[in-house]
């Protein structure tokens, strides 16, 4: 009964600490585009062209209207590429930190929203 009490108090604490997994998230994206002349706009311009592509072969060949097509399009692309990147860069984010996590003050459930 009482196993399950302390991940659900740490998530509890994590979600009160809710300012730096917000700012762990935002340095993370600062520091993968900082190179780039896009930046995070490159995110949305390779989903829109793969959206749009996508829409209109598959479109065409399912004979679909695409004013229905495309929005189911969308959701299911941008939940698949969400799922599937909070999988793999937490995984890489867990490996990555494992030094620093485990001799932080802060929760390890707070490190990992960041990623969210």
């Known amino acids: 009964m009482y196993e399950n009490v302390k991940p659900l ?3 509890a604490q994590a979600v009160i600490l809710w300012p730096i997994w ?3 998230g935002l340095l993370d994206i600062q520091m993968r585009y900082r190179r780039s002349a896009l930046g995070v706009g490159y995110i949305f311009i390779n989903l829109a062209v793969m959206v749009f592509a996508l829409g209109a072969i598959y479109g065409h060949i399912l004979g ?3 004013r ?3 929005p189911f399009l969308t959701i299911g692309l ?3 590429g969400y799922l599937t990147s ?3 860069e937490g995984e890489a ?3 990555f930190q494992k ?3 485990n001799r932080s003050v802060f929760l390890s459930t707070s490190t990992c929203f960041g990623r969210l």
Do not use: N
């Open 9 to 11: 108090k740490e998530v």
């Open 22 to 24: 917000l700012r762990i």
């Open 64 to 66: 679909q209207d695409l």
């Open 68 to 70: 229905i097509f495309l």
């Open 78 to 80: 941008v939940s698949w």
């Open 86 to 88: 909070s999988v793999v």
């Open 93 to 95: 984010r867990l490996s």
């Open 99 to 101: 030094g620093i996590l």
